[in-house]
C-alpha cells in the first residue's frame, strides 16, 4: 500500500478521473484565471469527436488554464499526457490522476483517442518547461514522434495550442538539467535557476489559441514510416509557431493579415 493509497495502474487511461473533483479544481483554475485575466481564444476549433491538441510548455502547468475553460463551456475533460516523473510524488498524483492527467504513454494516447477524447500533449516536456529565458518560444522536442505515431494510427486530427506570455513569467539561466546533476547527481530531475535565484513570477498577459484542426495526411499504415512521422511533425510544429508568431506580432502592435 502506497503512503497515499495510489494503487498500480491507476494513472492509466480513464481509470481515475473523478468528475466531482474536476469539476471543483476547473472551478478554482477558473476563478484564477479570470483574476489575472487569462484568455483562451479558439475553442470552436475543437472537434466534436477525438484529437490530439499539441502544445508548447512553459514553467507550470499552463495547460490547466485551457482545460478549465473547455470543461466550462462543454463540460468535456481534456486528458493530458503527463511526465513519467509526476507518478513519483504521492498526493499530488492522486490529484492529477483525478482531473484527467494520465502517465504520457503510446497505449494510454491510443486508448483516449480511440475513445473519442480530447488529449493534451506538450512534447518538449520538462525540458522545454524550464529552458532558459534565450530559447523562449522555441519548441525543444527533441526525437519525439509518438504524439504523432498515436494521431495517424488512431485517424484524428492535430489540434495546435500556443500558450502566450507564460514563457515570460520567469527569467531561467542556464541549463536546469546539468544543474540537477551537479547538485543532485541525477540528470533526470531539473533544477531551474530564475535571475537573481528567487522564484519571483513578473506581470505579463496570458493568451490561449486554439488553432485550427490539421487532418490526418497520412494513414495508419504510415505510422511506422520515419520520414513520414517527420513531415507531419514539420506540419504540425509549422501551424504552432505560425500561432505564436502572429500573437507575438500583435502584441509588439503588428499586424500580419495586412
Not at 535571475?195 to 494513414?219: D, E, F, H, M, Y
Amino acid at each position: 500500500m502506497t503512503i497515499d493509497g495510489f494503487a498500480p495502474g491507476a494513472e492509466n487511461a480513464f481509470v481515475s478521473f473523478d468528475p466531482e473533483i474536476a469539476d471543483r479544481w476547473h472551478s478554482v483554475v477558473g476563478w484564477v484565471a479570470r483574476r489575472a485575466a487569462i484568455e483562451v481564444h479558439g475553442l470552436d476549433h475543437l472537434p466534436e469527436g477525438g484529437a490530439l491538441l499539441v502544445g508548447n510548455h512553459a514553467f507550470g502547468w499552463d495547460p490547466v488554464f485551457l482545460l478549465a475553460e473547455v470543461w466550462r463551456r462543454q463540460r468535456r475533460p481534456v486528458w493530458v499526457l503527463g511526465e513519467h516523473l509526476w507518478w513519483r510524488f504521492p498526493f499530488l498524483r492522486r490529484l492529477a490522476a483525478a482531473v484527467g492527467t494520465v502517465d504520457g504513454t503510446q497505449e494510454n494516447a491510443e486508448r483516449l483517442l480511440s475513445g473519442g477524447a480530447l488529449v493534451l500533449v506538450l512534447p518538449g516536456g520538462l525540458r522545454e518547461a524550464v529552458k532558459p529565458r534565450e530559447l523562449r518560444y522555441r519548441l525543444l522536442w527533441g526525437h519525439r514522434y509518438g504524439f504523432v505515431r498515436a494521431a495517424l494510427r488512431t485517424g484524428v486530427p492535430i489540434v495546435p495550442i500556443a500558450s502566450i506570455g507564460t514563457d515570460e513569467l520567469f527569467d531561467f539561466v542556464g541549463d536546469a538539467y546539468r544543474r540537477g546533476e551537479r547538485w543532485l547527481g541525477s540528470r533526470r530531475i531539473p533544477i531551474p535557476r530564475p535571475v537573481g535565484w528567487l522564484p519571483i513570477p513578473r506581470r505579463t498577459q496570458v493568451r490561449i489559441l486554439v488553432g485550427a484542426p490539421i487532418a490526418p495526411s497520412a494513414s495508419p499504415e504510415q505510422s511506422a514510416d520515419p520520414r513520414t512521422l517527420e513531415r507531419v511533425r514539420h506540419e504540425v510544429a509549422g501551424a504552432l509557431h505560425e500561432l505564436i508568431d502572429v500573437e507575438l506580432a500583435r502584441r509588439s502592435g503588428l499586424d500580419l493579415g495586412a
